[in-house]
């Protein structure tokens, strides 16, 4: 007689906490799985907005031009170009107000472009806490399924007058599914979480690069404004 050692079979056979935890470890991946996809799709729109507005930038076009561009665009901005057209509307708000000083106009720019630039991290990070989680937690509740299973397993032989091989191994086997099921689930993870993570800083780093050269940039034009308005009084 051939005792079935399928994957299919052993989880079936698994007992009842043996199961859960399996439950609760294919969740966890598929889960995650739909969190992969979606950030992979969301850091390559990012990156490309990221190319394509840098290059728009520095091409020497007119603020305003840029600024009417981008709003015509679509309503929903992502990146850095949210980045650039909150500081600018907010430059623009401000120096169209009498008796303000160009420091304080650069400034209230630059709080309008740290503001957008939190809520885009805060976005390129959402789902990344639930891929870490994921990964360094599933081995372990793998294990528990695993110890639980074996455990059970030897209790079942104790009432047995003689245990052979053929007799501990199938119990054993669905035990080890348990873990098998939590490597399956955490590697995957812990390879997004730390690809994302490193997309994520190089963003950070670009975003920062650039707020403070377009700082600069409001800084001369702020000037440049205020000496147009003193020539023309």
């Known amino acids: ?31 995650s799985w739909a969190f992969i996809f979606a950030k992979q ?3 390559k729109s990012a990156l490309k907005v990221t190319d394509a507005f840098e290059k728009r930038f520095w091409s020497g076009i007119a603020l305003n031009e840029l600024s009417r561009q981008i709003g015509s665009d679509r309503y929903d901005r992502d990146g850095m170009e949210s980045i650039f057209h ?10 169209e107000q009498k008796g303000m000083e160009p420091m304080h106009v650069v400034e209230g720019a630059r709080r309008a472009m740290q503001a957008q630039y939190n809520r885009e991290m805060d976005e ?20 528990f399924g695993t110890v639980w299973g074996i455990m059970s397993s030897f209790q079942a032989l ?38 994302f993570s490193t997309n ?4 950070a780093t670009r975003y920062e690069t650039f707020m403070d050269d377009f700082t600069t940039v409001l800084q001369r034009q702020a000037h440049i404004s205020v000496n147009e308005k003193d020539n023309s009084a």
């Open 1 to 31: 007689m051939t005792t079935d050692l399928s994957i299919v079979h052993l989880i079936m056979q698994a007992g009842p906490i043996v199961k859960f935890v399996m439950l609760v470890l294919a969740i966890a991946s598929l889960v």
């Open 41 to 43: 799709k969301e850091f």
């Open 86 to 95: 909150m500081g600018f509307q907010e430059y623009k708000r401000l120096n």
């Open 124 to 143: 390129l990070d959402s789902h990344l806490p639930f891929l870490a989680t994921v990964g360094s937690t599933s081995p372990y509740v793998g294990l």
């Open 158 to 195: 104790g009432n047995m007058k003689q245990a052979t091989l053929a007799l501990v191994a199938p119990g054993i086997s669905e035990a080890l599914v348990a873990t098998a099921m939590g490597l399956f689930a955490a590697i995957p993870a812990v390879i997004a979480y730390n690809r």
């Open 200 to 203: 994520a800083d190089r963003l």
